[in-house]
């Protein structure tokens, strides 16, 4: 690998390699990107994201990592693509599940308690149906496929050249190391690496104004709901330990739509654009990693956390090949 790195090769087109291209050329890397299906759209589970960064939240059941690095997202996200809205999150429960809000309350950090009032000065669409809620007035969220189509477009004018093809045997000394970002499809190299797979929809409801991403708790499976503009929602996520990718289940769909109307009646009359089904790529921890084999590098494992962690994986493998410190997620040369 030359003293001064001039040049690399990043496969895939999800959250995970676009964070690495943008963040490898604004240290004056010359960039490669590789991905089968050309530029970011449906085969990238990034495409099927919540987008919401909301690091405090997530440390409900994530470990230590997943929220401090997380913190770095939505400053990152603003700077490299645009459209970051810092809204904060809502964590809401229903009358008979109101001890999972307070388990919620004691497992996180940085949120403050609301009652009716301030409910309905916050979501004014919800006054009146919730006595409590957690409010993460720190948060933020985006619209992934917005995102990905920003940064996508601004590596371009850059001059960045994103090829539709398969991904080449490894690198050189002279072409640069190849960063290997293609999430599942990865598992023909790392062992370790299975599918959690996640069901999504996205429903139009004009009736129902949201100005952030809800969570409403329940102890089996909890909703989250995400403003995506004109009265589009996107509710998710389940997560079923598999790596199948192709069908929603019954029992999934009934669930998130009976949670969504539990949220607010209107979503009974609700419009469904889409469904969404994919895995996500996970380590057994459910932290990302950073693996080098000779002159690949494997960013992988982003689990649930792609749009949040993405930024700091990607300034982590930059450090790497650009003399900065070695990354504390890096699990070198492991089989």
């Not at 999150?89 to 999972?100: F, M, N, Y």
């Not at 919800?126 to 007035?137: D, H, N, S, T, V």
């Not at 969220?141 to 398969?166: C, F, K, N, S, W």
Request: net charge neutral.
């Amino acid at each position: 690998m030359p003293d001064r790195l001039t040049s690399a090769t990043v496969l895939g087109t999800g959250v995970a390699g676009l964070a690495l291209a943008a963040e490898l050329t604004r240290r004056g890397v010359g960039v490669t990107v590789i991905d089968r299906a050309g530029a970011p759209g449906p085969s990238a589970c990034s495409w099927w994201a919540g987008g919401m960064l909301a690091p405090f939240c997530e440390g409900e059941s994530a470990e230590e990592p997943v929220v401090r690095l997380g913190q770095e997202a939505a400053g990152w996200w603003e700077r490299a693509a645009g459209g970051v809205a810092r809204a904060g999150t809502l964590v809401l429960a229903l009358g008979r599940d109101r001890g999972e809000l307070d388990r919620f309350a004691r497992r996180t950090t940085a949120h403050r308690m609301l009652g009716r009032e301030e409910i309905g000065a916050l979501e004014p669409d919800l006054a009146g149906r919730f006595e409590r809620a957690l409010f993460f007035e720190e948060e933020a969220h985006l619209d992934p496929r917005a995102t990905l189509t920003a940064l996508r477009d601004r590596l371009a004018a850059a001059g960045v050249p994103i090829l539709t093809g398969e991904a080449p045997p490894g690198g050189s000394a002279e072409a640069g190391p190849v960063f290997d970002c293609r999430g599942l499809a990865a598992r023909d190299d790392l062992a370790d690496l299975r599918g959690v797979k996640g069901e999504m929809l996205v429903l139009r409801c004009p009736d129902v104004a949201l100005a952030r991403p809800v969570r409403l708790l329940h102890p089996r499976i909890p909703l989250y709901i995400v403003p995506r503009g004109d009265g589009v929602f996107m509710l998710g996520a389940t997560m079923i330990e598999s790596g199948e990718r192709g069908r929603i289940t019954a029992r999934s769909l009934l669930e998130m739509l009976t949670a969504a109307y539990a949220l607010h009646p209107a979503f009974g009359e609700a419009e469904v654009l889409e469904i969404g089904v994919d895995a996500r790529p996970a380590f057994p921890d459910n932290l990302p990693r950073i693996r080098r084999r000779g002159s690949r590098i494997y960013l992988n494992g982003l689990y649930r956390h792609g749009f949040l962690l993405a930024p700091a994986l990607a300034r982590m493998a930059a450090d790497l090949v650009t003399g900065g410190p070695r990354p504390e997620v890096m699990d070198e040369d492991r089989a």
